[in-house]
């Protein structure tokens, strides 16, 4: 019974055990020649190891020991010896790469995130000595992208759009109203009864009037969100937070024309309409929260001829991760849409993040987002190229969208980028950081004295 008490699982063992577990086991005779009394009274290791197995290996307290037979009677077998000792070493080599695998399996964890915390530190303490923005490193950037984000993505999807017991409803979306500040009064249906899902109740519609569309200007807000930033995208790279930059190649894709790319100039000169130097590039980025009214509608009276759909990452487009990950927007998932409107240049994209389990728009019904590429975890698009073009000819076009027309929904909170061409004296009326809702305006043309 005291052997039950004695440690079997150890990894470190003592010299002199490790040499009695490595040998040979020897025959019977000569290991109860060895167990005497004095080292019984003692209460040596070994001892009790063998009582233990002899007590283990009887059927019952009364099973008689074995017999040892006369040394005339016992048989040399050389050869049986020798394999029972191949077969005793073969299974403590499997015992010992057991310990040693699981000891590696229950600490090599804690290790890497040791490992982790120490590039953490070195990284930082690199942006402090040059001065430069505190964002993602190579090694941080390549680890981050290589989490199953998209497996949890379409998890979160298929969970959200399954049924919710009418019971449940009010404690389930009250707990999320509360959690994000939902504003139910605002929505067609203020009854947690009315949503079947999550799903439904994240892509809620507004009562009649409860958005008013400013008609006086020129760009109003697509969405409800916060102005993550705004400002010129004259040059080759603009701003995706302040101090955190992305180049506007790498986020819509080559020119559009074989023309465009012959002109000479860069590209976002290229991509204007005017080349008599009146207008300039502009952007603005708007982040939907959890909480937020999440469909998204037409900024202005605008034409859209080519959309593309960007098979990206799913990563966080928070304010935070957007400004710790330089070129977020480049990497995630995202659907843009290129045209014209009165002034010249216009885009409009959807960009997809972690947990928005698909990005829809109304117009387009052959589009899919979120689509399942298997379990291929860290895997991503060689180019940030890789896309799929449609053209929206004439039969496939739709019809000019009007300021405030609804165009889609989010399946939760992500982002929308406007990049567009307008007059130099194109004025923002909104500062960064600030909540906006749809309608509203973004901007107005100052009127030349």
């Known amino acids: 019974m005291v052997s039950y008490f004695v440690p079997r699982g150890r990894v470190l063992l003592k010299a002199g055990n490790l040499r009695k577990v490595v040998q040979p086991h020897q025959p019977q005779q000569l290991q109860l020649q060895a167990a005497k009394p004095t080292q019984q009274q003692n209460g040596s290791w070994p001892v009790v190891r063998h009582l233990r197995h002899f007590s283990s290996n009887s059927s019952s307290g009364n099973a008689p020991l074995h017999r040892l037979k006369p040394q005339t009677q016992q048989q040399p077998q050389p050869r049986k010896q020798q394999l029972n000792h191949n077969q005793n070493l073969a299974q403590v080599r499997r015992n010992v790469l057991s310990r040693w695998t699981g000891f590696l399996l229950r600490w090599a964890p804690m290790g890497i995130c040791v490992f982790g915390a120490i590039e953490w530190q070195f990284h930082k303490k690199r942006c402090e000595r040059d001065g430069s923005p505190r964002t993602a490193s190579e090694f941080q950037s390549r680890v981050y992208c290589s989490l199953p984000l998209r497996i949890i993505s379409r998890c979160w999807g298929w969970l959200a759009a399954c049924y919710m017991p009418t019971t449940l409803r009010p404690y ?139 098979s990206g990452e799913l990563l966080s487009v928070s304010p935070k991760v957007a400004g710790w990950l330089p070129g977020l927007f ?120």
């Open 172 to 310: 389930v979306y009250g707990w999320y109203s509360s959690a994000f500040n939902v504003n139910l009064s605002e929505a067609q249906y203020p009854e947690y009864e009315h949503y079947n899902s999550l799903a439904e109740f994240f892509t809620r519609p507004l009562k009649e009037g409860a958005r008013t569309i400013d008609a006086n200007a020129p760009l109003v807000s697509p969405a409800d969100g916060k102005v993550l930033h705004f400002g010129s995208a004259s040059d080759s790279l603009i701003e995706q937070v302040k101090g955190v930059n992305y180049s506007i190649e790498d986020f819509l894709g080559p020119l559009q024309t074989l023309e465009e790319a012959k002109t000479g100039v860069s590209y976002a000169q290229a991509l204007k309409r005017q080349r008599d130097g009146t207008t300039e590039l502009y952007q603005c980025v708007i982040y939907l929260a959890p909480g937020d009214y999440h469909r998204f509608h037409s900024p202005t009276a605008w034409q859209p001829t080519v959309r593309r759909h960007f």
């Open 330 to 449: 480049c990497l995630n998932e995202r659907v843009l849409y290129m045209g014209q409107w009165k002034h010249g240049f216009f885009s409009y994209t959807a960009v997809g993040a972690t947990n928005v389990g698909s990005v829809e728009i109304y117009m387009d019904a052959e589009l899919k987002t979120n689509r399942w590429t298997g379990l291929n975890v860290g895997k991503h698009p060689p180019s940030t190229y890789e896309y799929d073009e449609v053209a929206l000819d004439a039969e496939q076009k739709p019809k000019e969208l009007g300021k405030g027309d609804l165009i889609g929904q989010f399946n939760m909170g992500s982002t929308i980028v406007l990049l567009f061409e307008a007059p130099k004296n194109f004025k923002f009326d909104i500062v960064a950081g600030q909540k906006i809702h749809v309608g509203e305006s973004l901007g107005h043309i100052v009127e030349r004295k």
